[in-house]
């Protein structure tokens, strides 16, 4: 079992910008890819970024490109999500998610993801 705690959201104007973490306990994270998601009210969850098990490849979605940037420490069991330039369009609550044990490539597909944390609420006003 992993569980996972994501903090650092919060209320901001556009363009600022706000650091995610996410915390991970039970067992290590290390050999698991590693995804931010998002959920805005009344939508879909959506993916966001995702980070391999080693740090070495990242994804993130075209909406968020060259604003923010997923990252990891695996000494620390972290993951973040440095989010740069915000836009209204990025209130949501975010989500940290874990892949299986083994599970290292890195993935867009909400379903590959077994474990979440309870989600951070980032609301960007104009």
């Known amino acids: 079992q992993v569980q996972l705690v994501e903090s650092g959201g919060g209320l901001v104007q556009a363009g600022a910008s706000l650091r995610l973490s996410c915390v991970a306990s039970?067992?290590?994270?290390?050999?698991?890819?590693m995804g931010w998601f998002r959920q805005a009210p009344g939508k879909e969850r959506e993916f966001v970024a995702s980070i391999s098990g080693s740090g070495g490849s990242t994804s993130t979605t075209d909406s968020v490109k060259g604003r923010f940037t997923i990252s990891r420490d695996n000494a620390k069991n972290m993951v973040y999500l440095q989010m740069n330039s915000l836009k209204p369009e990025d209130t949501a609550v975010y989500f940290c998610a874990a892949r299986s044990v083994g599970s290292t490539i890195i993935t867009s597909e909400e379903k590959r993801f077994v474990y979440w944390g309870q989600g951070t609420q980032v609301t960007v006003s104009p």
């Open positions: 039970g067992r290590t994270v290390s050999s698991r890819a």
